[in-house]
């Protein structure tokens, strides 16, 4: 998901559209919303009050008539229902799709088995990331993938740019890109037992990371059990025309406590599970290592190579990278992305890229990049915002702990 600070945007919204002359704030805010690509579920969330703002150009709620905090905790509490249907799905297909693939991305794609999925990054010649994506070896000639609504165009481009020359090197290799579905987010403890209500299969035997194809509430669907909020849930791929009965029968089933939940919250609770949000935490300019992905580079990755950018990379394993992504807790305001970071002494260090005040832990929560050496957890820095500055701490994250359903 593309885009920084939906948090504070939403607050900005809520207390500007609160002032006297609401007419004009609106105007300001959605004056562009013609202009903008349309989810089917829009009107749908515009019934249930959905505030709707632009958003990689599409018009999506960054939240309901709850708050973004309310809305957050719901979702750690009971459930949450997202509509990511900006973000873009698309599917490799021919006997050689992971070999193309893993030209472009740091994982062990070969590796995985039948219906199991991982996060990877594509990278650049540089190393950098372009993107980080959610990968499915369905088979081993299908791969099932979803990209960044924001980065869509520049993603696209690039795996068209080298399949062409993949291809006229005589690599069987297609792509459909699934415009013809929508995506639907469930996530938190509910998830499982409120879907289980509208499908025969047994969900108790898809864990973290697994992909099904398979009909719920009577749409032929793909599920994959993952999500950007730290909690168990299902990303489903449904069929446009069935996206708003199976929303509204995913709410129905669960007796109203899984609510409508908007990019605000989905914003709030990624930044608590420490998971990166593109076009802050990552950019093309950061390497995966940097970025505290090693862990999703293959180990047969690391040995062999070839993927883009992989000695820069591979060089960064060996000898560490200049810098690492690191969390914080610290006081006074929430820090925001481009606040410096300095040591003890008042030397800078680093930049935060995402931060906020966590709506679970009632308190301040950032990440952001430092100089190597001063990433260690207890480490104490000074973050400046407004020109003041005030105490924080580097800490592991995730700041929540995360409870994805795998097998024990």
Not at 6 to 17: A, C, K, P, V
Not at 192 to 218: C, M, N, W
Not at 342 to 356: R, W
Not at 392 to 405: D, I, L, N, R, S
Request: aromatic content about 8%.
């Amino acid at each position: 998901m593309r885009g920084g600070g939906l948090w504070q945007l939403g607050q900005s919204i809520t207390r500007r559209l609160a002032q006297a002359d609401k007419k004009t704030v609106a105007r300001r805010y959605f004056s562009a919303e013609a202009e903008l690509k349309k989810t089917v579920l829009h009107d749908f969330h515009v019934a249930h009050g959905g505030k709707m703002v632009p958003f990689a150009g599409w018009s999506m709620p960054i939240q309901y008539k709850d708050s973004i905090m309310d809305s957050t905790l719901n979702c750690r509490q009971h459930g949450g229902l997202f509509d990511v249907s900006h973000m873009c799905g698309l599917s490799l297909k021919g006997k050689d799709c992971v070999t193309f693939l893993e030209k472009l991305v740091i994982a062990d794609v070969a590796g995985l088995a039948h219906g199991t999925g991982t996060l990877t990054v594509f990278t650049n010649e540089k190393g950098g990331a372009i993107d980080d994506s959610v990968i499915t070896k369905v088979k081993d000639d299908h791969i099932y993938l979803v990209v960044n609504a924001g980065c869509r165009d520049k993603d696209l481009a690039h795996i068209e740019e080298h399949m062409k020359a993949f291809k006229a090197k005589g690599g069987d290799v297609s792509w459909h890109i699934h415009d013809e579905r929508s995506l639907l987010a469930l996530q938190g403890p509910l998830a499982a037992p409120v879907l289980q209500h509208l499908t025969k299969e047994d969900l108790s035997k898809v864990y973290f990371g697994d992909f099904r194809i398979l009909d719920i509430h009577g749409a032929h669907c793909f599920l994959t059990r993952t999500g950007y909020t730290g909690e168990d849930g299902f990303e489903i791929s449904v069929p446009s025309e069935h996206g708003v009965d199976l929303a509204k029968a995913i709410l129905e089933k669960s007796e109203g406590k899984v609510r409508l939940t908007g990019l605000g919250a989905r914003d709030s609770l990624r930044l608590e599970a420490g998971l990166c949000l593109y076009g802050n935490d990552m950019e093309q300019h950061v390497t995966p290592v940097e970025a505290g992905l090693t862990w999703a580079i293959g180990k047969r990755r690391r040995a062999e190579g070839g993927f883009l950018g992989a000695e820069v990379i591979l060089k960064q394993l060996a000898d560490g990278p200049p810098v690492r992504r690191a969390g914080f807790f610290s006081s006074g305001p929430p820090p925001r992305s481009h606040c410096e970071i300095q040591d003890d002494k008042g030397k800078g260090i680093g930049e935060v890229t995402s931060g906020g005040f966590s709506p679970c832990l009632k308190k301040n929560i950032a990440m952001g990049y430092v100089k190597s050496g001063s990433h260690k957890a207890g480490t104490k820095v000074k973050i400046v915002i407004r020109g003041k500055t005030y105490d924080g701490v580097v800490t592991k994250m995730p700041f929540v702990p995360t409870k994805y359903y795998k097998p024990t």
